[in-house]
C-alpha cells in the first residue's frame, strides 16, 4: 500500500510514469524502506497504464458493490421496570467503553509502517 501511495503522489506531482528509484526516493524521504520484490511488482502490474482510468475504472466497480445500509432497523429496546437500578449501571458502561476507547488510540504501529 505504501509503494501505491508513493506512486500516487508522483503521479499527482506531474511524473506520469515513475520509476522504482522515484519511488524509493519518496518513502526514504519519511524514514521507509522499500520492498523491491512488491516494488517491481507495482511497477510491471502499472507500465504503460494511465492512472486517471485506472482510478476511473477502480470506482465504478466499488460503485456496483453492495455496501450494507439498506437492511430495516433493529427492534426497539423494552422500557426498564426496575426504576432506579438500570439508570445506575448506565454511567459505568459508559466510563468502561471510554476506557476502551482511550486504550485503542495507539494500536503500536504508524501508518506506513
Same mark, same amino acid.
Given at each position: 500500500? *505504501? ?14 510514469? $515513475? ?14 524502506? +522499500? ?5 517491481? *511488482? ?23 458493490? $453492495? ?12 422500557? $426498564? ?8 449501571? +448506565? ?23
Amino acid at each position: 500500500m *505504501k509503494h501505491l501511495a508513493a506512486y500516487l503522489l508522483l503521479g499527482l506531482g506531474g511524473n506520469t510514469s $515513475p520509476s522504482a528509484s522515484d519511488i524509493k526516493e519518496v518513502l526514504e524521504s519519511v524514514g521507509i524502506d +522499500a520492498d523491491d520484490d512488491r516494488l517491481d *511488482k507495482l511497477i510491471s502490474e502499472l507500465k504503460g497504464k494511465d492512472l486517471a482510468e485506472l482510478i476511473a475504472e477502480g470506482s465504478s466497480k466499488l460503485a456496483s458493490v $453492495p455496501s450494507g445500509g439498506g437492511g430495516g432497523g433493529g427492534a426497539a429496546a423494552a422500557a $426498564p421496570s426496575g426504576g432506579a437500578a438500570p439508570e445506575a449501571e +448506565a454511567p459505568k458502561e459508559a466510563e468502561k467503553e471510554e476506557e476502551k476507547e482511550e486504550s485503542d488510540e495507539d494500536m503500536g504501529f504508524g501508518l506506513f509502517d
